[in-house]
């Protein structure tokens, strides 16, 4: 074969092969569930826990670099801790093995027939269901299919001077073939794909064990960029925790380097006793390297949460979302009491949407993303409490309560609702202002001028409305539905003011939406704060 149908071969082998990988895991996520997200949040108590956690996501999603990218945003939206964080990053690394332990089982010659059932679950049956059975089947026969390209455009390869001496270089240098593992994996941006070119030159002669474990393991550190890469602009804590992952793989390299040749010794003996393919061979190795880096480092969790902490400095702050009051025992034997546990949970929660106010008011006025950052975050809790206040309030409904207890039962959900809603309102006027920052949507001084007269008014509103609520105070409850016919009165003249102002010129139509859109969210936002003190003072009376 001439160059040119190699190169396609090999270019169109890899196409094929990162293709299957992502297809194959987007449809064990459908098949999953959206509760990978849960799983992650729910069994990371400890990093032992959250290393199976990893391991498992990490299988399911078919990147470890999708685990990592997916633990930094829990991270920086304050759901998972630091050192619950290293625990998962961990888990991933092994879980990424199984991909090469999958290339190391030779069905290369089925992958079309694979392929064929693939398409026909995805083409011709109704089932979502099957459906997404069927993308897994197509990624993983797409997957072989790849691969089997690829091997035949790198066959000439072992023939090359040029390419034997670099082998040959590699093996009496490792830290060359760490450096072209590690360059190779961050311009695929898969180090699935790199570990499978890998097991493709061992199968083909063309580099030898002593060669091909140094790349495997620059592949381990190539892998963390994309990491370095989601954590650009996120919080103190999310960087750390992208660091984290490329301080484990690169001390876990700086092990195997020193102790290369007894490492090298046992995977041939591995390979001898077990009669393994090539391509299984470095699977095992793979493998062997990452449980035994998480077996030495897991110990050590606490060290590296401090040494990232020490390299990444600023304060780590994050919202305690998890609900602290909801206790389930109080239910069956005081149902008066887990609805006082329950008032204290609607408090933090209505806490939170008063923080998240005052952050995208903050954010409105300067434009700075870490306002942005936490009005979400606060939005975010507002929503998981939501969840587990209303299932905590439905469980005491069950229960016999007294006149009195009923109607504080009937409060407390109906005040549940309007602040999730206000957690709603927050974000619709985050993905605004983004809008007017993307779009460079020009907003006059004086609009943003009322925008802040508004925003500290409503604001002003809602933290009555809380204290009306903490309180059970009448009056104060009574003085929010006097701030809120404020508020309405001044939307209605800031609406009337900005279309004069688009009419004059003075802004344009698409800075008029924004605007109006704004204006309608922070009104939104008064009537809920009017629901919650109505609420009050239903209660009072």
Do not use: W
């Amino acid at each position: 074969m001439d160059l040119q149908t190699l190169l396609f071969m090999f270019f169109g082998g890899l196409g094929i092969f990162l293709f299957g990988i992502k297809y194959m895991g987007d449809g064990l996520q459908k098949v999953a569930g959206d509760g990978l997200r849960d799983l992650l949040d729910k069994f990371t108590t400890n990093p032992v826990m959250g290393v199976f956690a990893g391991l498992f996501v990490t299988v399911l999603l078919q990147t470890s670099t999708g685990t990592t990218v997916l633990t930094i945003g829990l991270v920086n939206a304050g759901f998972m801790t630091l050192k619950q964080a290293i625990g998962v990053i961990m888990g991933a690394n092994i879980g990424t093995t199984v991909t090469a332990f999958i290339i190391g089982i030779k069905i290369s010659a089925y992958a079309l027939p694979i392929i064929a059932v693939g398409a026909a679950l995805i083409f011709f049956v109704k089932a979502k269901k099957v459906n997404n059975y069927g993308q897994v089947v197509f990624g993983f026969g797409a997957l072989f299919y790849g691969l089997e390209l690829m091997g035949t455009g790198l066959k000439p390869l072992r023939e090359l001077e040029s390419f034997a001496e670099l082998t040959v270089s590699m093996s009496n240098n490792p830290l060359l073939g760490v450096l072209i593992g590690t360059i190779f994996t961050v311009a695929v941006q898969s180090s699935s794909a790199s570990i499978g070119l890998l097991q493709q030159l061992y199968e083909q002669g063309a580099m030898g064990l002593d060669a091909a474990l140094p790349v495997l393991f620059g592949d381990n550190i190539g892998t963390t960029i994309t990491a370095i890469l989601a954590s650009i602009g996120a919080s103190v804590a999310a960087k750390r925790a992208a660091l984290t992952h490329v301080i484990f793989n690169l001390i876990g390299t700086i092990i195997v380097l020193i102790l290369f040749q007894p490492f090298l010794q046992l995977i041939s003996y591995l390979a001898m006793q077990l009669n393994l393919n090539h391509p299984m061979t470095i699977a095992f190795a793979h493998g062997i390297f990452n449980v035994s880096n998480t077996l030495i480092q897991l110990p050590f969790v606490a060290v590296l949460a401090i040494i990232v902490t020490k390299l990444v400095p600023g304060e780590e702050y994050s919202i305690e979302y998890k609900a602290k009051h909801l206790d389930p025992r109080f239910i069956g034997s005081s149902p008066a009491i887990a609805l006082g546990q329950a008032k204290q949970e609607v408090l933090r929660m209505a806490e939170f949407s008063e923080r998240g106010l005052y952050e995208v008011s903050q954010y409105l006025e300067n434009g700075q993303k870490r306002h942005a950052e936490m009005s979400i975050q606060f939005e975010e809790a507002i929503n998981n409490l939501d969840r587990k206040i209303t299932d905590y309030l439905i469980q005491i409904s069950s229960r016999s309560l007294s006149a009195q207890d009923s109607k504080l039962h009937s409060m407390l959900m109906d005040t549940v609702r309007d602040i999730e809603r206000i957690g709603d309102h927050i974000e619709n006027i985050v993905e605004l202002k983004d809008y007017q920052k993307a779009n460079k949507v020009q907003i006059s001084d004086k609009a943003l001028e009322d925008l802040r007269e508004m925003s500290e008014l409503t604001l002003s509103t809602l933290r009555e409305a809380i204290t009306s609520l903490e309180m059970v105070d009448g009056e104060m409850a009574r003085s929010v539905l006097e701030k809120e016919e404020k508020i309405d009165k001044m939307e209605r003249k800031l609406r009337k003011q900005h279309i004069q102002r688009v009419n004059e010129g003075k802004c344009s139509g698409s800075a008029g939406i924004v605007f109006v859109d704004i204006v309608s969210n922070l009104e939104r936002i008064g009537d809920h704060s009017v629901n919650i003190a109505e609420a009050v003072i239903g209660e009072e009376n």
